[in-house]
């Protein structure tokens, strides 16, 4: 299917904002929900209206034509359409961020790894997501790309790192780049923070003094207020 499971929004979202990328790749962008929330989060939620020319480089791949909508044409600078395995040798990058979100079950296992390769070498960062357990899936909505071939585990993706890996119940959520440590103590910041705002605000100082060790995103604290 052309979406994925909206639980791990957060997490993926999340990760994006506090990457704060100038230029994506969506591949496999399906019905370009990603596309629409980096447009939100990255921009129009920061003073910049839809009307205005976007900032921000963002293109798709997308290998079933029948997909696209006038949204895509909204949301993407680019939409290229095809084979993402012959159209990826031919781009150029870098892209400070590669989205392959709910893709890599779609193909054969070799096939992944070679997708995954191209990722590494056109993003400074890519985030990963894929099911756990992938559900039995044949051709849907007229799209034999939909199929489902293959399940991926850390071990698979490990070797694509430096690798921050989610904890998540449904998908395999993984931060593949240059910017895994400062995602890494950005996100053990925020749930520090969470805690003392919530149960221990006697001890701010803790997390403000984690705020002034530059080790954390510049957003860290763009939608939490202090």
């Known amino acids: 299917m052309p979406t ?8 993926v ?8 990328p100038q230029s994506i790749l969506d591949v496999g962008c399906g019905c370009g929900k990603y596309g629409v929330l980096a447009r939100e989060y990255l921009e129009l939620a920061l003073d910049h209206g839809p009307n205005d020319p976007w900032r921000r480089r963002m293109e798709a791949i997308e290998g079933f034509g029948g997909y696209l909508t006038p949204l895509h044409k909204f949301i993407y600078d680019q939409v290229h359409v095809g084979n993402a395995l012959e159209i990826m040798p031919k781009l150029d990058g870098p892209y400070d ?3 392959l979100i709910d893709t890599l079950e779609h193909l054969e296992r070799d096939a992944g790894l070679e997708l995954l390769r191209q990722c590494r070498r056109l993003g400074r960062n890519v985030i990963v997501s894929t099911p756990h357990r992938p559900a039995r899936q044949g051709a849907e909505l007229g799209n034999p790309l939909e199929q489902h071939r293959s399940r991926w585990t850390r071990a698979d993706l490990a070797p694509f790192g430096p690798a921050l890996f989610v904890p998540h119940e449904d998908s395999l959520i993984a931060l593949l ?3 895994t440590e400062m995602i890494r103590h950005t996100l053990r910041y925020q749930r520090v923070r ?3 705002r919530l149960y221990a605000p006697f001890l701010k100082f803790i997390y403000r003094r984690m705020r002034k060790s530059n080790r ?3 957003r860290a604290d763009v939608w939490t207020s202090s």
Do not use: T
């Not at 979202?13 to 990457?19: E, F, I, K, N, T």
């Open 13 to 20: 979202v999340g990760m994006m904002v506090y990457l704060d």
């Open 4 to 11: 994925s499971h909206f639980n791990q929004l957060q997490d």
């Open 194 to 196: 969470r805690f003392i």
């Open 177 to 179: 780049g240059q910017d």
């Open 216 to 218: 954390i995103s510049p």
């Open 97 to 99: 961020l590669v989205l």
